[in-house]
Nanobody
């Protein structure tokens, strides 16, 4: 069973930056796609960004130009660098991973426990 552990969330002022990390353990060599989703109170979970093992990325329109997803395959770790944060970015951010998952359609098999990101002055 693949396990995902997120870190890096917290409280930041508008315009600030945070870097989220997600490390996969277990039979992680089978993982192809990894991604970040977020869920704000009262809203549905939505894709933020996703990346294949080859480095192809998909980024939500709301995150383009501000967020960057990257991946270290040797460490089975995916990162989300978030810059120019806005109050509307406040949400629980979840890491996701899958072995036969398209970054364009989702359907991830493995999920982390989530990390809170709060953007507030």
């Amino acid at each position: 069973q693949v396990q995902l552990v997120e870190s890096g969330g917290g409280l930041v002022q508008p315009g600030g930056s945070l870097r989220l990390s997600c490390a996969a353990s277990g039979p992680a060599s089978s993982i192809t796609a990894m991604g970040w989703y977020r869920q704000a109170p009262g809203k549905q979970r939505e894709l933020v960004a996703a990346i294949t093992s080859g480095g192809t990325t998909k980024v939500a329109d709301s995150a383009k130009g501000r967020f960057t997803i990257s991946r270290d395959n040797a460490k089975n770790t995916v990162y989300l660098q978030m810059n120019s944060l806005k109050p509307e970015d406040t949400a629980v951010y979840y890491c996701a991973a899958g072995a036969r998952t398209s970054i364009y359609t989702g359907g991830y098999a493995y999920w982390g426990q989530g990390t809170q990101v709060t953007v507030s002055s």
